[in-house]
């Protein structure tokens, strides 16, 4: 994998600038505020991209993917579109050598997952989804117990719930 020499030279794309939660505006701040560069945004409503623009003035907008891929110079892209558009729009961006954070949920499958891992490695970049409920109670409270009851090797899922909305 290719190294940064300096955090400034990760230049981040969103793919996804919804309304909803406005997660977009977070990450992009975000990395900005870790030193990286907000350089584009894909959205398929020009309405958003509007927002995006008023948010970062002078940031490339893009409403379709490969138009980013190809004109773009974004080496990171954040993935903030629905759960299942994070398989085959990360896939895209992984054969495009760009690194990839998903939103959560990560994908749908084991298999979607496991394929982009791969796709990952092939490619010498970086996958993830993005852990800001790591450290959440709930979180927490299920690693704990899948420690103590030792049972960590059989478990392959977990239904958790928080409050609030
Ligand atoms: N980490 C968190 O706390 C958190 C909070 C909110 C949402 N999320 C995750 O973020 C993701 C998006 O959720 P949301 O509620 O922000 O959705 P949203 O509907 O507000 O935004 C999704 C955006 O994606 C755009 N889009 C869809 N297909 C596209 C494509 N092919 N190219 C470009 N843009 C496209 C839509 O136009 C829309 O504006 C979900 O996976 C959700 O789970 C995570």
């Not at 290719?2 to 793919?15: C, M, P």
């Not at 907008?61 to 903030?80: A, E, F, P, R, W």
């Not at 729009?89 to 979607?112: D, G, S």
């Amino acid at each position: 994998m290719k190294a940064f020499s300096s955090t400034k030279e990760i230049k981040v794309g969103v793919i996804g600038y919804g309304g909803a939660f406005n997660m977009g505006q977070a990450h992009l701040s975000q990395m900005k505020k870790a030193g990286m560069s907000p350089f584009a945004v894909c959205e398929l409503d020009p309405k958003r991209l509007e927002v995006a623009q008023q948010d970062f003035p002078g940031i490339e907008t893009y409403t379709n993917l490969d138009q980013m891929l190809k004109q773009s110079d974004v080496n990171l892209i954040i993935h903030i579109t629905p759960h299942n558009l994070h398989y085959p729009l990360a896939a895209k961006c992984l054969k495009a050598a760009k690194h990839v954070v998903t939103e959560k949920p990560f994908v749908l499958t084991t298999a979607e997952a496991n394929k982009l891992i791969n796709l990952a490695q092939k490619n010498k970049v970086m996958v993830s989804t993005y852990h800001n409920r790591h450290w959440d109670g709930c979180i927490l409270r299920a690693v704990k117990q899948i420690v103590e009851k030792k049972n960590h090797r059989r478990c392959h899922t977990n239904r958790s719930t928080h409050g609030k909305l």
